[in-house]
């Protein structure tokens, strides 16, 4: 079962949006680095990192619980943007991106 994650799709979009995370929260104040940065940072490389770890499984059991560890992730993301755009640090077009 054991696969190239670089030929996956999903795992070259999540690498893309972990980079943007990387990017966006360089505009954050310097008081969150220890906080909301590092959270967002841990979590955005999480999900290609959790992508590349689940294609090296060789059962598709292995494969998918890495794939829902990669998804965690993303939901994880999703409420530190939300949070991000309610403390004002990102602007209404960065969040809808």
Do not use: H, T
């Not at 980079?19 to 680095?33: Q, R």
């Not at 940065?37 to 770890?53: G, K, L, M, T, Y």
């Not at 939300?82 to 077009?93: A, F, T, V």
Request: proline share 2%; with cysteine.
């Amino acid at each position: 079962m054991a696969r190239n994650y670089r030929d996956l799709e999903v795992w070259r979009l999540s690498y893309d949006l972990s980079l943007s995370f990387y990017k966006l929260v360089e505009k954050f104040p310097k008081k969150e680095s220890d906080n909301l940065i590092s959270q967002i940072r841990r979590a955005a490389s999480s999900v290609p990192v959790n992508i590349a770890e689940g294609c090296s499984r060789f059962s598709k059991n292995g494969f998918l619980q890495f794939l829902s560890y990669a998804y965690g992730s993303c939901k994880e993301l999703e409420v530190l943007l939300m949070m991000s755009r309610d403390l004002g640090y990102i602007n209404i077009e960065d969040y809808n991106i």
